[in-house]
């Protein structure tokens, strides 16, 4: 089959290395002149089944009230004349209940222990390297209260097959000693010894090369203006070309991998998606002094910020606003962030030398990436996946590939139109 995969980020080139490895003949369009350029550039980090507890959970609502109009608050709506965010922000409420809560993090943790399995093979297939650590992912607490709050998912977790450990302070010292200035301040832990790190934008980016030496054709520069149907079929894609010229693109399936831009595309196809972008922060500071610098990557429970060791730079990303596309980098949130950094590990690096970044994570209400078939025959959807997109981004690619090829994934994932498809075994939670 000729497969138009439109968007070139974590989700849209696994896409094609699992098409292409199938033997499809895949054609990637993007905007950008490579790869990962948008928000699979330089995020957390994390491969982290261990996060599966979604935004939308009981104790949100009341958060979300308390940081409204914060500068500093981990999650900010900053409301808006904007109906997409208002129908959203809706849709987020009716998430938080605790069955609907239950219900998507099994999703989301099913998919990401999945996700991982196929992100080690492909690693071991193809020897990929990005600056990935395999030392767990640490979650430190100093509220209490938090702390507390943490233990039921944390239990659910473990029964559904994560195994996310609760740890005492020596544990946490023992596994990070760079952790030792923060350990009298803490009230708990847990640590997922399965969990990884390593650079979404180094892995996307060679995974495209790699693509592109099994014959998949990446046009980049192009622009995709609409999705054409016809009687309830894809007939084509129209971009804007190299040159500036229109040109409709045509093939037998279609993959939509456009992040936060997928919905406005897909709603021309009469295709609606609840994706609103979540915009978060990350700074890259240069390792001055490694014995001062995590390698376990991290998760700070107070300020919502994780860690991650890129070779010889740390990582440290989080906040999340939802305030329309743009990507401004708001000064306050900037510092911030690398005030905690080197609140925790003084001395690693210097503030001066942080380099920073803002992405946009295609959230939907319940943190569930659309992945599978359309009602529009032909297009495929593999997009939406909010603040996990990196951890989902491998079982994502290679899901939708088999859906396109009429297989069925081996994972309990709720896939949309998945009527059509036969019930999945339960593999990832077994
Ligand atoms: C601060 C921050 C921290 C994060 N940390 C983590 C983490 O630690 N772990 C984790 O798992 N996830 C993390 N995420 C989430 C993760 O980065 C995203 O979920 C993921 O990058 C989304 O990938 P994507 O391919 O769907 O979208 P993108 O990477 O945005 O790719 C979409 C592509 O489509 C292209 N495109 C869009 N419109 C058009 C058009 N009209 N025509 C042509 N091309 C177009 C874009 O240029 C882009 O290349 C984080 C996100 C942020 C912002």
Known sequence: MKVIVMGAGITGVTSAWYLAKAGHEVFVLERNAGAAR????????????????????????????????????????RLRADPDQWKWGLQFLRECTSARSRHNMIQILNLGTYSRSSLQELRAETGIRYDHLQRGILHFYTSQKEFDAALEPARIMREMGCERQVIDRDEVVR??????????RLAGATYTSADESGDVHLFT????ELCAQRGVNFRYGVRVQALRTEAGSMTGVEIASETGGYETVTG?????????????????AGVPLSIYPAKGYSATLPVLDPALA?????TDDEYKLVFSRLGDRLRVAGTAELNGYGLALNPVRCEALVKRTLEIFPGMSRPELAQYWAGLRP????????????????????TGHGTLGWTHGCGSGRAVAEIIDGRQPEVDFAFTGREAMQPAPRLAAA
């Open 294 to 298: 995590p390698e376990v990557s991290l």
């Open 363 to 382: 959230a939907t209400p319940g943190n569930v990436p659309y992945i599978g078939a359309s009602k529009v025959r032909g297009l495929y959807l593999n």
């Open 252 to 268: 037998d399936a279609y993959v939509l991998a456009l992040g936060s831009f997928s919905p406005q595309l897909a709603r021309q």
């Open 38 to 77: 948008e928000t699979s550039f330089g995020n957390g980090g994390q491969i982290s089944v261990s996060h599966a507890e979604p935004w939308a959970n009981p104790s949100a609502p009341l958060k979300l009230l308390r940081w409204l109009g914060r500068e500093d608050a981990p999650l900010l709506f």
């Open 205 to 208: 980016t060679r995974l495209a």
């Open 175 to 184: 596994l990070e000693p760079a952790l030792a200035q923060i350990a009298p």
